[in-house]
């Protein structure tokens, strides 16, 4: 414990500054990885200390950490940090050394801790990377049962306990989805593995303090007592569990483990081509999704001409998020046609044109967050998603250079320009740095992308349509 005081693992943010991180958490995290009780949390906020118990150290210090991501930089200058990275860092060296001398023993909140962790990425060592932090999760996830229905418990248990806990279990699913996207990661959870149902509106309320939120509160969750924001970011996680489910069928087709051949050491995961009944089933959930999503009244609409004037940032976020993932898996999907030697050479030019159109629109989609100057806010999700639009891009770019080359080079800058203001906020290393150095001067005419740099300086100073043809294409074999 004296180890622990030390290193300051045990000391938190000035007031100010506590609020400020609290408010970024609940504004951006909180609605996509809904793990807590709001209203239980806001009200235990004046007894947190190292004492009352009230709220785990450990997990309010992992709440500091996922909101540094977000929060207004002048914050982090005013207390010391010079740049958000290394204010990030530090605040995540804090979760860390709490959770390496076993600070929290519930293993719930160990769950809620781990899943934060997992959203910095810290680290070249594969032993430490975000997936790391999930098989962890996962595990405890599954030692303390919130794999089955909490409803089916015995002895039961209280009407909120068990939303908390579907709740808890859906955003393990979710982490563990994401991390999946774009790198060669076998999925932990399978379907078939659990059998706890899919999380509904009443899954979003609480039993306690209907009526009676503290006035404090409304100053670092401003949306608490909006009805209709809350339901509206409840629908929006419903949409991105069953964008997750609809993703899993990509994930399990495309990454096999063998049991027949010697597994080398570091070994990744071996790729085989998708049976076209599989491709078909895929890519068919992934449209009847986009369909239903479109639908929704707090998703509409889903396309890039709306809501840039009077629009809630938040809920605008989120939505371009999930029609980031969306477009992501679309292009897995077809990428791997493209990939298999049976794809017939009539089905190819169709699986390339989609590919191509997926990239493009991951383009402008972040092209649109840049023009309204909220680019910053975009999740560390969304890198795997822009890696893989560039590395596709890239690739296609090089084939048909000469045919297309302004705009599949534009979506390629793009693409860039995004990727870097995100590793900023989001990654340690310089390791996604050098991957983007790698795709975008290894190209058949290097100047066309000298200029990325004077963008990307020119972009950060100044931030201080569309039918889907996905739709229209039957999914076929």
């Known amino acids: 414990m004296d180890y622990l005081r030390l290193k300051e693992a045990t000391t938190l943010p000035p007031p100010k500054m506590q609020n400020a991180l609290l408010r970024a958490y609940l504004e951006y995290i909180h609605p996509m990885l809904p793990m807590i009780n709001l209203e239980d949390f806001l009200e235990s906020m004046s007894t947190v200390d190292d004492t009352t118990g009230r709220v785990s150290l450990a997990f309010f210090q992992a709440v500091m950490f996922a909101g540094s991501a ?67 999760a996962v595990s ?29 279990w859906w955003c393990c699913f979710i982490r563990d989805r994401y991390i999946c996207l774009g790198g060669e990661r076998v999925p932990q959870i399978r379907d078939s593995d659990f ?64 049991s027949k051949e010697p597994l080398l050491h570091e070994q990744a995961p071996k790729r085989f081509p998708v049976s076209a009944e599989t491709f078909a089933d895929s890519y068919r959930k992934l449209l009847e999704w986009y369909d239903s999503s479109s639908q929704c009244n707090a998703t509409q609409p889903y396309s890039l ?33 493209l990939e298999d030697p049976q794809t017939s050479p009539f089905e190819k030019p169709l699986s390339r044109m989609l590919v191509n159109h997926s990239a493009q629109r991951i383009s402008r989609l972040a ?23 560039l590395a596709m891009g890239h690739s296609e770019t090089k084939d048909v250079l000469q045919a297309v080359a302004s705009e599949e080079n534009e979506c390629h800058r793009q ?47 100044d931030d201080a349509e569309n039918e889907d043809p996905a739709h229209t294409c039957s999914p076929s074999g």
């Open 195 to 258: 059998n706890v149902p899919i999380l509904e509106m009443a899954d979003f309320q609480s039993e306690h303090l209907q009526g009676k939120i503290p006035s404090a509160s409304y100053a670092i969750c401003p949306y608490i007592a909006d009805a209709n924001k809350r339901g509206n970011l409840a629908n929006l996680c419903i949409d991105q569990i069953k964008l997750c489910k609809g993703s899993v069928f990509i994930n399990e087709c495309h990454y096999t483990i063998t």
């Open 367 to 389: 092209k649109t967050t840049q023009d309204l100057g909220i680019i910053e806010f975009l999740p560390g999700t969304t890198i795997s998603i822009i890696k893989l639009a």
């Open 140 to 168: 405890h996830a599954y030692a303390i049962g919130l794999h089955t229905d909490p409803w089916r418990s015995k002895p039961p248990m209280s009407i909120t306990g068990q939303r908390l806990r579907r709740r808890t």
């Open 305 to 337: 001409d709306s809501t840039t004037m009077n629009y809630d940032k938040h809920i605008f976020i989120y939505r371009v998020m999930l029609l980031m993932v969306y477009h992501g898996q679309i292009l897995q999907l077809h990428r791997l046609r």
């Open 415 to 461: 693409c860039a320009r995004t990727l870097e203001i995100l590793q900023e906020i989001h990654v340690a290393t310089d390791c996604n740095k050098r991957f983007t150095d790698d795709l975008i001067f290894d190209n058949t005419d290097p100047d066309l992308y000298r200029d990325i740099e004077l963008d990307f300086n020119t972009c950060v100073d």
């Open 70 to 136: 977000f929060v207004d930089m002048r914050v982090l200058k005013k207390a010391g940090y010079p740049t958000r990275a290394e204010a990030r860092n530090s605040l995540y060296r804090k979760v860390q050394l709490l959770y390496n001398f076993d600070y929290e023993t519930d293993r719930l909140v160990l769950i809620q801790i781990l899943l934060l962790m997992s959203l910095w990425h810290e680290t070249l060592d594969r032993t430490r990377n975000a997936g790391h932090w999930i098989d962890i």
